[in-house]
Structure formats: structure tokens, C-alpha cells
């Protein structure tokens, strides 16, 4: 059997129309199939992929540490380099009060981490999160998520959670003294890249105050540069109290987090209560990656270089079946119709050598959230693919 088949026949299927798309190799925005196909990623594999595939400065710190020890011991008992400088280099990228770093594998796990640090530091229960979030796919994570569908099959969840409009201050009259945390994404990517305003996270940071309520955010698809700032929520002025992060963050490695305070992390030491045990959480070949990823980001002004770029998108994707375009930065989501009009397209733009996809909750529109490195004469090639694609689907 070939790859294509043995993909079908043992790897567990997770949708009904998988990409399909075999690789050999990724090289920026780049990637290789093995019959010589060429294709312009424009997902970066969901938000992943910010520096690019491959960059040379990630794979040096990979090769590095691979020289010098793989797996060594359960998260939390040895000091290992690249996770204790990778703590501080995150810190330095964040508000005051954000100065302790919770390393582990995975955006879901990152969330289930948060909320049992919620519970634990406030001795309540109760939970409040957003209609349409997407969080994770674990029990807890899946639990905050917003979407009843997705959550049916799994029920009974996490009891004591509460679903609010995101971006309604109205609805902010739920979040009261029993509320131990509210959780919400920054920019609500799944959904289909729905913003709010200043005058919102404001109104929702002071109404956490008022009621001794932590505020969360999940940064796991709009942090590490991804909205045109290192992180989403300096668009708003705010500060949260934790804030969960992965994907972008290892450039291209697993890894994720949640950050606190020392004060609140604290909670988890206290034996015999368990605090959070993971294996693997911040594995020291991720770890260097994530360090090499943060140094990217500072140093070769990627971050500045989003809004211009996600402008030039916007200002080349004009056609009469496009409704609108919806973004924070390059986390972009291209309107149509319906799914029965832009499935045709992501697929005619795939056989043009362009990906790009839907969202799990929104599927009318075309996910584009390139690597952050693409430059300027990519995205006029993209678009011109994107916009043939619309005109021949
Ligand atoms: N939160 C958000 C906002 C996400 O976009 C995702 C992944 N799509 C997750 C959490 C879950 O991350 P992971 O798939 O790494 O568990």
C-alpha cells in the first residue's frame, strides 16, 4: 500500500474531507510534495508555522539540543536550560504580573491547566466562557468550548460552566462572586476570526475585578505575533491573569503553556493536593525551539511587517463572490456564500498550489493565516491563484 492508503486505512480519521495533501518536505511558506508539487501554505498547519517552516535559527536550536539530551526527567523536578531561559524570555514579552511559566504539550492541555489553576487559587467553581470558543478538544477544554454541537456526544462535561455572547457587555451581568474564572480567546479564531473592541475587554477586565473573578485568555491561535502585536491582548489594554499559549509558539515543536503570577502558581505546590503532572510538558528540544521562535519574532521585525501585509490581502482580494474579510492581522477569514461555494474554491486553489481551509464553527469562509515570513511578492501570488480559483471553481 501507498502512503495515500495506508493514511486511510490506519491512521484514525478526524473529518470527512481530510486535504490529503502527502509532503516530503517544508521550506518557508513553502511546501513539497513528492511527484514535485509545489503548493504556497497559507495555514502555516493552523497558525503554527508563524516563522516559517524550517527556519534555519529553529533548526539550529533543535540541532543543539539534540546534541545535548532528549527527554529527561517529568516536567518540574530537573533545571534544564532551555526551559528555565525560555520561561524568562516569555515573561520578558509580558505585563508585570505575568511572571510564571507552566510548560506544557499542547493548546488543550495549556487550557486544562488554566482552569484548574483557576479553581485551585479561588476556591470556586463556576466558569464562564464564550458561545462559538474553541478551547481544546480534552474533556475541560471541550467543556469551555461554545459550541453545542461539538459538545452533545460528550455530555455530561465539567459541570458549572456558563456559555456568554462574546463581545456582549450585557451579558457580563452572568460573571458574578461564584465565578472563578472567565475564559475567553482574544480574537475568537475557530469561529471564523470574530473580533470585539477595546471599550469590551476593558468593561470585561473591570467586571472581573469587581468580582474577584480571574480573566483567561486564550492566545493559543492569536499570540506570537500572529494579530500584528507579540500578544492579542496588547490591542486592549488590558491585562489578564493567565494566559494560555502553544501553536505558534514552538516554531513548528509541541509545546504550550500557561503564565501566571508566582503567587498563584504557587497553589499547585502544595502537597498532597495535586497540582498539574505532565511527562513531557516542555520537552527541552521544544523548548530551545520556542526560545529560537521568541528571538525570530524580536529580531527580524516580523511582527511590525503583519498589518502591511494582511492590507496588501485585503487591498488584492476584491471579486464580486467575496462578501467580506474578516481580520486581526494575518488571522484573516475570506467570506463567501455558503460552504458549497468556497468548498470548490479551497479545493480548485489547492489544485493551483494555494491551501487554505475553513474554521471548525464558520464554513462559509476561507481560513488565511500565512506564515508571518511571506512576503510581498507570495502574497500577490497567492492572491492571483486564490482569485483564478474563484473565477474557475
Ligand atoms: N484554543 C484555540 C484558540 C485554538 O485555536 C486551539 C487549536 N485550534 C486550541 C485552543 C487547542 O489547541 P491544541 O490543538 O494544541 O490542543
Known amino acids: 500500500m501507498n502512503n495515500r492508503q495506508l493514511f486511510l486505512q490506519h491512521l484514525a480519521q478526524t473529518t470527512d ?72 524570555a516569555l515573561c520578558d514579552t509580558l505585563p508585570a504580573n505575568l ?74 451581568d452572568q460573571i458574578n462572586e461564584d465565578t472563578a474564572a472567565v475564559i475567553l480567546e482574544t480574537v475568537q479564531g475557530e469561529a471564523g476570526i470574530r473580533t470585539s473592541t477595546k471599550e469590551y475587554f476593558q468593561a470585561l477586565r473591570k467586571k472581573c475585578d469587581e468580582t474577584g473573578t480571574l480573566l483567561i485568555l486564550d492566545e493559543i491561535q492569536a499570540g506570537f505575533g500572529r494579530t500584528g502585536k507579540f500578544w492579542a491582548f496588547e490591542h486592549y489594554g488590558i491585562t489578564p491573569d493567565i494566559i494560555v499559549c502553544a ?45 529560537a521562535t521568541i528571538e525570530i519574532l524580536k529580531n527580524e521585525n516580523l511582527i511590525s511587517q503583519v498589518e502591511q501585509k494582511a492590507d496588501q490581502f485585503k487591498s488584492l482580494l476584491i471579486h464580486p463572490k467575496i462578501k467580506s474579510i474578516r481580520n ?39 481560513r488565511i493565516a500565512p506564515p508571518l515570513t511571506i512576503s510581498a511578492k507570495e502574497i500577490e501570488e497567492a492572491c492571483e491563484i486564490i482569485l483564478k480559483a474563484i473565477n474557475e471553481a
Open 17 to 88: 474531507f481530510p486535504l490529503m495533501i502527502e509532503v516530503e518536505k517544508a521550506e518557508g511558506v513553502y511546501l513539497f510534495g513528492p511527484k514535485g508539487e509545489k503548493y504556497m501554505d497559507l495555514i502555516s498547519g493552523i497558525g503554527v508555522s508563524n516563522v516559517g517552516h524550517r527556519h534555519p535559527k529553529v533548526l539550529q536550536a533543535i540541532q543543539e539540543q539534540l546534541d545535548k539530551y532528549l527527554h529527561l526527567m517529568v516536567y518540574g523536578e530537573y533545571v534544564q536550560s532551555p526551559q528555565s531561559q525560555l520561561a524568562k
Open 328 to 366: 486581526k492581522g494575518l488571522l484573516m477569514a475570506v467570506e463567501f456564500e455558503s460552504f458549497e461555494v468556497v468548498k470548490p474554491i479551497i479545493d480548485r486553489a489547492i489544485e493551483l498550489g494555494v491551501i487554505t481551509d475553513w474554521f471548525l464553527f464558520c464554513d462559509d469562509s476561507m
Open 99 to 172: 511572571d510564571n511559566v507552566y510548560l506544557v504539550n499542547s493548546g488543550s492541555e495549556a487550557v486544562e491547566g488554566a482552569l484548574k489553576l483557576a479553581k485551585r487559587y479561588t476556591g470556586k467553581r463556576n466558569i464562564i466562557s464564550c458561545v462559538n470558543a474553541y478551547h481544546g478538544s480534552s474533556h475541560g477544554a471541550l467543556s469551555v468550548g461554545g459550541n453545542e454541537i461539538f459538545k452533545r456526544a460528550y455530555r455530561p462535561l465539567l459541570p458549572g460552566v456558563f456559555n456568554i455572547q462574546f463581545g456582549a457587555p450585557k451579558e457580563m
Open 247 to 291: 501553536k505558534g509558539m514552538g516554531g513548528g515543536m509541541p509545546i504550550g503553556a500557561f503564565i501566571s503570577s508566582q503567587e498563584m502558581m504557587s497553589v499547585f505546590k502544595n502537597n498532597p493536593l495535586l497540582g498539574h503532572i505532565t511527562t513531557f510538558g516542555g520537552h527541552p528540544v521544544s523548548s530551545a525551539a520556542a526560545l
